[in-house]
């Protein structure tokens, strides 16, 4: 069975460092991986996806995330950090045989501090 | 774009009172899945479908139905509602193996549903 970890439920940054949230995954096979995220009161929005090819992968909203297949990784970065982008993020994996479903993580909620 | 639209943004029904909620999608998918999401939890899958009147249980089924009469209808029914399915429920599309398999889940905006 697939499953999603994410360790940080809760991170904050200050607007304009760095973010990067992470995501390890576990499943048998190369899995289909995304990150959605969430603003209050709406519903999940696709940042990216990686399905093959290219390990780094680029996003919307200046985001991008690695694959990495030895460390059963899929970690979302952003260089420099907005106000906006305050949120809940999820990080999910999806099976190449399973009928369009996923399995998410927990999420992890974000801050941005002024 | 896809769209899906969830009939109510907000709700609030009595205990015991049996609750629809409605997902209308316009772009042909064949999956359809039903969430809760609760703080701390994440998203709970309760029921998903991969085709009309096809329907498979999800983690959290105790407590709900589902219908899919048509592709683009997938309804979610709390048979007798109690306080503890107080929650937000998201509705999500995705293709099937048979169209763009391992797509990413489209979501709708969410209903949040009160159970007093």
């Known amino acids: 069975a697939q499953s999603v970890t994410q360790p940080d439920i809760h991170i904050t940054v200050s607007e304009g460092a760095s973010l990067e949230l992470r995501c390890n995954y576990s499943y048998g096979a190369t899995p289909y991986l995304f990150w959605y995220v969430q603003s209050p009161g709406q519903g999940l929005q696709l940042l990216l996806k990686y399905f093959s090819g290219d390990t780094l992968v680029q996003g919307i909203k200046g985001f991008e995330a690695e694959f990495k297949r030895s460390q059963s990784s899929f970690n979302l970065r952003k260089p420099s950090v907005h106000w906006s982008d305050a949120a809940e993020y999820f990080c999910?994996?999806?099976?190449?045989?399973?009928?369009?479903?996923?399995?998410f993580g927990d999420g992890t909620t974000l801050t941005v501090k002024p | 774009d896809v769209k899906v639209t969830q009939s109510s943004r907000y709700l609030v029904k009595r205990t015991g009172e049996k609750v629809f909620l409605e997902c209308v999608q316009d772009m042909d998918h064949e999956n359809m899945f039903w969430y809760r999401q609760d703080p701390g939890l994440g998203l709970r899958l309760i029921y998903f479908?991969?085709?009309?009147?096809?329907?498979e249980k999800g983690d959290i089924p105790e407590g709900y139905s589902v219908s899919r009469e048509k592709k683009e209808r997938f309804s979610l029914i709390l048979e007798s509602a109690s306080t503890n399915q107080t929650s937000m429920y998201l509705c999500a599309t995705a293709p099937g193996l048979g169209q763009e398999a391992g797509q990413p889940q489209h979501f709708g905006d969410g209903t949040r549903l009160s159970i007093l």
């Open positions: 999910a994996v999806g099976a190449r045989t399973n009928a369009g479903k996923s399995t």
């Open positions: 479908s991969y085709d009309v009147k096809m329907k």
